[in-house]
């Protein structure tokens, strides 16, 4: 999907939780995990979680849900058995040993299921159970747990959770149960026996003893005041061996740096949107709260080769700004959520690129990396590209780059019925976006199948000017399903994908670029009746179907469905 991942996305950003996601589609309601298995591939599912424990390697995994049919849908029993699973799998170095060029094999010490509040709707208590303390306030904040779980779940909004956060659960007193799965059992705390400090890296305890005093010292009106510190810990850290665990520590530490010293970076764009070959002009700002001397010393582009380095030495509540101009390479792939790049099954998105597998978002299409050096030591802040509009209700809206073709094209309708040997007309819109744009359009259609006229001209002086073009599409004489893509030609350039845009207040604009693509189907049908009465749903197009079967079709609302009204029509279809 593409909403609801933006939803989890923000309830991270209230709990601060990491999210993964595996390449199964929440393909619709199932009452059994084994009939979700029958559409999501089990050996591919399990790969991605196996990865995902290999990535960010957990001491303790909890299912939400039991591994036993029955209390919930498919999906979450599917989730919770397949964890189990993979819990098994993660530590065998014979288990997906494709994972292991980049990754190394991984064991948590135990995989528990929460199962709920004791005595208040959880399941039922068994002995071994372990019953945790779960109330309390976050020390930082003060804000209690309670209350940053429910603002999460109200990020769900199409999940009809918006309001969720106005049914606070208070912060006194809460237990939570969880029942040991697998693995070592724990009976104080969901992590018994495991070492949580600096004393399990190799070379970290000095770290750890480090990183006890720059907490201890921390002064709240003087956050800069820690910065000798912190950089102090950032030496120490640079210097023990490469591990996941500390890499992710060395990137949380370079954060921690940069809000001390109250340092903040962007790299704007004047558009969202750019076009293969197009300039990019950017304008790249950085600006440091406090008085500790740093040099903006680089911008690199990751992965072009490009770098601007002249050194700026920074002042307190000056910004510094560079700009830079960027041709987007001619090749430059649309942008497209990864996991919709390709098409899938059913029940699984396709990905080829093992590497974004889990990966919530598709990476950016021009990440940017500054480099500052502060006390002598590099710090690197990772940022991209973004159009900053400032709005006077919401203040700066931000919104990533995303690279569009010059043209967007749709056919008229999705499906198109034909009679073996039949011909009809499909219509394809042509949408500009860049003035002047201009050049041909064909419909590749598979072998058996004829288009006529081979191409048409088109050419548009405005943005968000149309033009429709009729082809006439024959079918073969015997029956057959083919899928007919339309492809415009502009300026040496082959485009193919319509122009999706979902936007919604609580989640940035979603643009979508699938395939612009008609499925053709040629068979001989025979039909019964000729009349028909529909009552539509949202936004469906079975009215356009049933009258590409041949029906008359009368749409009807809900005041029409009387025996009266209804008695003419051979069928009525709700």
């Known amino acids: 999907?593409?909403?609801?991942?933006?939803?989890?996305?923000?309830?991270?950003?209230?709990?601060?939780?990491?999210?993964?996601?595996?390449?199964?589609?929440?393909?619709?309601?199932?009452?059994?995990?084994?009939?979700?298995?029958?559409?999501?591939?089990?050996?591919?599912?399990?790969?991605?979680?196996?990865?995902?424990?290999?990535?960010?390697?957990?001491?303790?995994?909890?299912t939400r849900f039991s591994t036993e049919p029955g209390t919930t849908h498919g999906h979450h029993t599917a989730s919770a058995a397949l964890?189990?699973?993979?819990?098994?799998?993660?530590?065998?170095?014979?288990?997906?040993?494709?994972?292991?060029?980049?990754?190394?094999?991984?064991?948590?010490?135990?995989?528990?299921?929460?199962?709920?509040?004791?005595?208040?709707?959880?399941?039922?208590?068994?002995?071994g159970d372990l019953?945790?303390?779960?109330?309390?306030?976050?020390?930082?904040?003060?804000?209690?747990?309670?209350?940053?779980?429910?603002?999460?779940?109200?990020?769900?909004?199409?999940?009809?959770?918006g309001n969720f956060a106005a049914a606070i659960i208070g912060s006194g007193p809460r237990l939570e149960s969880f029942r040991l799965l697998a693995g070592e059992p724990a009976?104080?705390?969901?992590?018994?026996?495991?070492?949580?400090?600096?004393?399990?890296?190799?070379?970290?305890?000095?770290?750890?003893?480090?990183?006890?005093?720059?907490?201890?010292?921390?002064?709240?009106?003087?956050?800069?005041?820690?910065?000798?510190?912190?950089?102090?810990?950032?030496?120490?850290?640079?210097?023990?061996a490469a591990d996941p665990v500390v890499d992710e520590k060395r990137r949380l530490l370079d954060r921690i740096l940069q809000a001390?010293?109250?340092?903040?970076?962007?790299?704007?764009?004047?558009?969202?949107?750019?076009?293969?070959?197009?300039?990019?002009?950017?304008?790249?700002?950085?600006?440091?709260?406090?008085?500790?001397?740093?040099?903006?010393?680089?911008?690199?582009?990751?992965?072009?080769?490009?770098?601007?380095?002249?050194?700026?030495?920074?002042?307190?509540?000056?910004?510094?700004?560079?700009?830079?101009?960027?041709?987007?390479?001619?090749?430059?792939?649309?942008s497209q959520p990864y996991w919709l790049r390709e098409e899938g099954t059913p029940g699984m998105f396709r990905v080829d690129d093992p590497a974004l597998i889990g990966l919530p978002e598709t990476p950016p299409v021009l990440p940017v990396e500054d480099v500052f050096m502060v006390g002598g030591q590099t710090l690197v802040v990772a940022d991209e590209a973004v159009q900053v509009t400032r709005d006077p209700a919401k203040g700066d809206i931000r919104?990533?780059?995303?690279?569009?073709?010059?043209?967007?094209?749709?056919?008229?309708?999705?499906?198109?019925?034909?009679?073996?040997?039949?011909?009809?007309d499909a219509v394809v819109e042509v949408v500009a976006s860049r003035a002047g744009a201009a050049g041909t359009l064909r419909l590749d259609a598979p072998e058996g199948w004829r288009v006529s006229p081979a191409n048409q001209a088109f050419r548009l002086a405005a943005v968000g000017d149309r033009a429709r073009l009729s082809f006439t599409v024959t079918a073969p004489p015997r029956p057959a399903t083919g899928r007919i893509t339309a492809r415009a030609q502009v300026d040496g350039g082959n485009f193919s994908s319509q122009r999706v845009v979902i936007q919604y207040g609580h989640i940035p604009p979603q643009l979508l670029q699938p395939p612009a693509s008609l499925k053709a189907i040629s068979l001989e049908l025979a039909i019964r009746g000729h009349s028909v009465g529909y009552l539509p749903g949202s936004r469906d197009s079975v009215a356009e179907c049933l009258e590409q079967m041949g029906y008359a079709v009368t749409q009807l609302t809900g005041a029409d469905l009387t025996a009266e009204r209804l008695k003419n029509f051979d069928s009525v279809v709700i």
């Not at 923000?10 to 990491?18: I, K």
């Not at 945790?132 to 959770?161: C, R, Y």
């Not at 006890?212 to 102090?232: K, M, T, Y």
């Open 187 to 240: 009976t104080g705390d969901i992590l018994d026996g495991v070492d949580s400090t600096w004393g399990r890296v190799p070379g970290g305890a000095e770290v750890g003893r480090m990183a006890d005093g720059v907490i201890a010292q921390f002064n709240l009106e003087d956050p800069s005041a820690s910065v000798p510190a912190l950089l102090a810990l950032h030496g120490k850290l640079a210097a023990l």
């Open 1 to 62: 999907g593409v909403i609801r991942p933006q939803e989890l996305l923000a309830a991270r950003r209230g709990d601060g939780g990491r999210q993964f996601f595996t390449r199964a589609k929440d393909f619709g309601f199932s009452k059994d995990y084994r009939q979700t298995l029958t559409k999501w591939d089990h050996e591919q599912v399990l790969s991605d979680i196996v990865r995902v424990i290999r990535i960010f390697r957990p001491d303790v995994l909890i």
């Open 260 to 334: 001390c010293l109250g340092l903040s970076v962007e790299t704007s764009v004047a558009q969202a949107e750019v076009v293969p070959g197009e300039e990019l002009k950017l304008r790249h700002t950085a600006v440091v709260r406090s008085a500790t001397p740093v040099r903006w010393v680089a911008v690199r582009y990751p992965g072009t080769g490009r770098d601007i380095s002249r050194v700026i030495e920074m002042h307190p509540n000056e910004s510094a700004v560079r700009e830079a101009t960027w041709t987007l390479p001619a090749a430059t792939p649309l």
């Open 399 to 424: 919104r990533r780059l995303d690279v569009i073709p010059p043209v967007s094209l749709g056919f008229a309708s999705s499906a198109e019925l034909f009679a073996p040997g039949a011909s009809r």
């Open 131 to 161: 019953h945790v303390e779960i109330g309390g306030n976050d020390p930082v904040t003060g804000e209690s747990f309670a209350s940053i779980a429910a603002h999460s779940l109200s990020m769900h909004k199409t999940q009809g959770l």
């Open 83 to 127: 964890a189990l699973e993979a819990f098994r799998l993660a530590g065998d170095p014979k288990a997906f040993p494709d994972q292991l060029r980049t990754l190394a094999p991984w064991q948590p010490r135990r995989i528990l299921w929460n199962n709920g509040w004791p005595g208040r709707g959880g399941g039922e208590a068994i002995a």
